[in-house]
C-alpha cells in the first residue's frame, strides 16, 4: 500500500473515530437572522420595506443570497453534525423557513417545523426546527404578551416545546425574542420586564408538574443578562451559588466580560442573545447534561467584518442602513451542546 493510500485510510478513521466519540452530543442553536423576509407585501404588517419596490429593494435574488448565508451559519455551527434542534427570531413566515429547508444545502437535512404567525406588528415570529431522527414533540404551545387589561400586545410569542431527545431524555425549550428597545430604554423596560414574568410564569408551571424538569431557555431577550428583567422577574442566575433543580441559571451569565458579545451598537458589545437552564439540568447524573462552558457565541470569521469606524470586527450584516451589504445578520448565533452521561 502507497503513502498516499494510509493517508487517505488514517484521515478516514480519523473522521470515523470523531463521530463515534461524538455521537452523544447534541447541539442547539439559536440565530436571530435579522429581517428574514419574503419578496411580498402583507397589508395586515409594516412589511412594506422588505418588498422588490420597498425602501430596501428587497428582491428574490437577495432573499436567496440570505438564505444561502443562513444555512452556512447553520451547517458550521457545531462542527462535523449539524444541530439538532435551532431556534429561529425574526422569520417572517412559515415560507420563508421552508425555502431555506429546501432551497438551500440544508435540504440534505430534514428538519421539521414547529412555527405560527404572531401577533407581533411587523409580521416577525420564533420559530423551532428539529431533526426528527433526534428529537420527538410530544406537545407545544405559544403564550402571547398581554397588558394589564387582558388585551394581547402586538410583539412576538414565548414558544414552548415539550420533546423527547435521543429517545432518552425528555427536555422542555423555550424560544424568546422579547419587545425591543426600539422607543427608548425606559419606555420599553416594562415590556420586557413583562415578558420575562410571563416566562417565569410557565418556568415555575413546569417545576410544579414535573420533578426537576430539564429546561432550556433560547432567546434574544434584548436587555443583558444583569439587566433586571433577566436578573429580578425571570431570576435567572449566574453559575457562583448552589445549584438548585428548581433554579435557572444563565449560562451567558459572564459573556459580557468578552471582548465580543452577541451584537454591536458602535463600539459597545452587548450580550441581548443568551442560554438560560435549569438547574436540573447542570445537575443530570443520567440522561443529557448541560456544562457552562459548552456554551458559546460562535466565532466564525465569516460572520464578522472589520469595523472601520470604531475598531476591532463587528457582524457582518445584510444591509448598513439601507444600503445592502449581502452579509448575514447584526446578531451572533450561540450554541449550547449537551452531553450524554451514562
Excluded at 28 to 42: A, G, H, M, R, S
Excluded at 121 to 129: E, M
Amino acid at each position: 500500500m502507497n503513502r498516499t493510500a494510509l493517508i487517505v485510510l488514517f484521515l478516514l478513521f480519523s473522521l470515523y473515530s470523531f463521530s463515534q466519540k461524538n455521537t452523544d452530543k447534541i447541539s442547539i442553536l439559536f440565530y436571530n437572522v435579522e429581517n428574514l423576509f419574503d419578496t411580498k407585501n402583507n397589508p395586515q404588517t409594516e412589511d412594506d420595506e422588505y418588498t422588490p419596490d420597498g425602501d430596501r429593494h428587497w428582491t428574490s435574488k437577495r432573499l436567496n443570497k440570505k438564505l444561502l448565508n443562513i444555512s452556512k451559519v447553520i451547517l458550521s455551527a457545531s462542527g462535523w453534525d449539524a444541530p439538532a434542534i435551532i431556534a429561529l427570531c425574526e422569520i417572517e413566515n412559515r415560507n420563508v423557513l421552508e425555502k431555506l429547508l429546501t432551497n438551500t444545502p440544508l435540504k440534505s437535512h430534514p428538519y421539521k417545523i414547529i412555527h405560527k404567525e404572531s401577533p407581533d406588528h411587523r409580521g416577525i415570529d420564533v420559530a423551532f426546527l428539529y431533526s426528527p431522527k433526534q428529537f420527538y414533540p410530544i406537545e407545544y404551545n405559544f403564550y402571547p404578551l398581554k397588558d394589564k387589561n387582558g388585551s394581547v400586545i402586538k410583539t412576538r410569542e414565548i414558544l414552548y416545546v415539550l420533546g423527547v431527545l435521543n429517545e432518552t431524555d425528555t427536555l422542555h425549550f423555550f424560544v424568546d425574542h422579547w419587545p425591543s428597545r426600539y422607543g427608548g430604554l425606559l419606555e420599553t423596560k416594562e415590556l420586557r420586564n413583562s415578558a420575562a414574568t410571563l416566562l417565569r410564569q410557565k418556568a415555575d408551571d413546569l417545576f410544579e408538574i414535573y420533578n426537576s424538569p430539564k429546561i432550556v431557555i433560547l432567546g434574544d431577550f434584548n436587555d443583558q443578562p444583569t439587566d433586571e428583567s433577566l436578573k429580578n422577574y425571570l431570576k435567572a442566575k449566574p453559575i457562583n451559588q448552589e445549584i438548585a433543580n428548581s433554579d435557572l441559571f444563565n449560562l451567558s451569565y459572564n459573556w459580557g466580560n468578552q471582548s465580543t458579545g452577541t451584537l454591536k451598537y458602535h463600539s459597545q458589545w452587548s450580550v441581548f442573545d443568551q442560554i438560560i437552564v435549569s438547574g436540573a439540568l447542570l445537575n443530570a447524573s443520567s440522561g443529557f447534561v448541560a456544562k457552562p462552558e459548552n456554551a458559546t457565541i460562535l466565532n466564525h470569521p465569516f460572520l464578522f467584518e472589520k469595523d472601520e469606524k470604531y475598531g476591532g470586527l463587528k457582524p457582518k450584516r445584510t444591509y448598513y442602513g439601507y444600503s445592502y451589504l449581502g452579509g448575514f445578520s447584526d446578531h451572533i448565533p450561540v450554541l449550547l451542546q449537551l452531553e450524554k452521561e451514562n
